[in-house]
C-alpha cells in the first residue's frame, strides 16, 4: 500500500490544552505520527511518498477563506502584537447571545480577539508551525486521492493535525483544516460522481458533517461515542440525517460505553450498507484510532485484532479507498493498531 507522509507536521508542536478547568498536556502530539510512520516502515509492506504541493483552492473549495488567511497570519500578527505567550489560544468565545439585540462589530482586532472568532474550543493552540503543518497534511491528503485516482486501490495519508472537526469556518478539536473534506470534494469534483466519507474516530466528526449537511453528492457516516456524553457534544445524535438536497446523506451511529469488537462491527456493518447503497464512487475514511481500550480520551474497548476486522470489512466494499489519519493517543500501541488495520483493509500479498 502506498503511504503519503510529510514531516512538516513536526513543525506543530502543541504545549497544553483544558481539560475539567485544568491545564494539561496535549494529547495531540508528533510522536503519534511518528510511531505509525515507524510501524508501517518495519512491516516491510508499505511504500512511502512525498505529498505533492497542490495549493490553496482545493482548501478554499471548502473552508471560508477567510479563515485560510487568518491562520496563515495568526502567529505572525500574534508576534507583531508583542506576544510572547508560545501559543494562541482563545479565552473569551462571542457566543450569538453576546451581541443579542445589539450591532456586532465589523471585525475583531486584538490577535486575543481573532483566534475566538475561529477556535471553537480550548484544545487547540496555534504555535509557529500550526500553518505549515496544517497546510502539509492537506497535501498528504489530497496526493492520496491522487494516487487513487490515478490507479491504486487503496492510499493511506498520514495526516498531522487531524481534521475532522475543523467546519466551513471553524476549527478546533486539534484541527484546522477539514483534511478528510478537502479530499472528497476533491474527488467528487474530478469524478463528477458521488463519494461516500466513513468516519471511524471515536469522536463525532461535527466539521465533515457540518460541510456536507445539505448535499446529497457526499454521504458522511460515521460510528462514535454517544455525544450525550462524548465530545464534541452538540452533533452526532442518529436523527441527524441531513437538510434540503442532503436529506438523508448523513447516518450517525452512537456508540454506548464499553462498547467492544463484536458490538461495534454490527454497528459497521449497518454503516457499511449505508456506503455501499450510495452509490460505486470512491470512499474516504477518516481513521480514528481513538476506539482502542486503553485511549485516554475514549470509552469504547476495540483491541489490535479488532481493527484488522474493520479494515476487512472496508475493504470487502470493493471500492478505491483514501485511508486519512484522524485520531488515536494511546501512542505505545497506536502505530500497530493503524497497522493492523490497514493490513485488514488490504492483506499481505493481495
Not at 250 to 276: I, Q, S
Not at 329 to 337: H, Q, T
Request: aromatic share 10%; hydrophobic share 40%.
Amino acid at each position: 500500500m502506498r503511504v503519503v507522509y510529510s514531516a512538516e507536521h513536526l513543525r506543530h508542536v502543541p504545549g497544553h490544552e483544558y481539560e475539567d478547568g485544568k491545564a494539561i498536556a496535549n494529547y495531540e502530539v508528533p510522536e503519534r505520527a511518528e510511531a505509525i510512520r515507524r510501524a508501517l516502515e518495519a512491516d516491510g509492506g508499505f511504500a512511502f511518498d512525498a505529498p505533492t504541493e497542490h495549493g490553496a483552492d482545493q482548501i478554499s473549495a471548502i473552508h471560508d477563506a477567510k479563515m485560510l488567511d487568518y491562520l496563515e497570519a495568526a502567529w505572525r500578527e500574534w508576534v507583531t502584537a508583542g506576544e510572547t505567550a508560545p501559543e494562541i489560544m482563545p479565552d473569551t468565545f462571542p457566543l450569538p447571545a453576546y451581541h443579542e439585540g445589539m450591532d456586532r462589530p465589523t471585525a475583531p482586532g486584538h490577535p486575543r480577539a481573532q483566534v475566538a472568532t475561529w477556535v471553537f474550543d480550548a484544545s487547540s493552540p496555534i504555535v509557529e508551525g500550526t500553518y505549515a503543518a496544517a497546510r502539509s497534511a492537506v497535501d498528504v491528503a489530497l496526493t492520496a486521492a491522487d494516487l487513487v485516482l490515478g490507479g491504486e486501490r487503496f492510499a493511506y495519508g498520514l495526516c498531522r493535525p487531524p481534521g475532522h472537526h475543523a467546519a466551513r469556518a471553524m476549527m478546533g478539536g486539534y484541527c484546522y483544516f477539514n483534511n478528510a473534506a478537502i479530499a472528497a470534494e476533491d474527488l467528487a469534483r474530478r469524478t463528477g460522481g458521488r463519494v461516500a466519507i466513513l468516519d471511524v474516530d471515536y469522536h463525532h466528526g461535527n466539521g465533515t458533517q457540518q460541510i456536507f449537511y445539505a448535499r446529497g453528492d457526499v454521504l458522511y457516516v460515521s460510528l462514535h461515542g454517544d455525544p450525550a456524553r462524548a465530545y464534541p457534544y452538540f452533533s452526532g445524535y442518529a436523527e441527524e440525517t441531513g437538510a434540503g438536497p442532503g436529506t438523508g446523506a448523513t447516518r450517525n451511529f452512537p456508540l454506548p460505553v464499553g462498547c467492544g469488537g463484536e458490538e461495534y462491527v454490527a454497528n459497521l456493518d449497518r454503516a457499511l450498507e449505508a456506503v455501499d447503497a450510495f452509490g460505486e464512487g470512491p470512499v474516504v475514511i477518516s481513521l480514528g484510532i481513538d476506539t482502542y481500550r486503553l485511549d485516554p480520551i475514549c470509552d469504547l474497548a476495540l483491541t489490535t485484532e479488532d481493527y484488522a476486522e474493520v479494515g476487512r470489512r472496508v475493504g470487502a466494499l470493493g471500492r478505491p479507498t483514501v485511508v486519512l489519519q484522524e485520531g488515536g493517543y494511546f501512542v505505545p500501541d497506536l502505530g500497530e493498531n493503524v497497522r493492523s488495520w490497514l493490513r485488514g483493509l488490504e492483506p499481505r500479498g493481495a
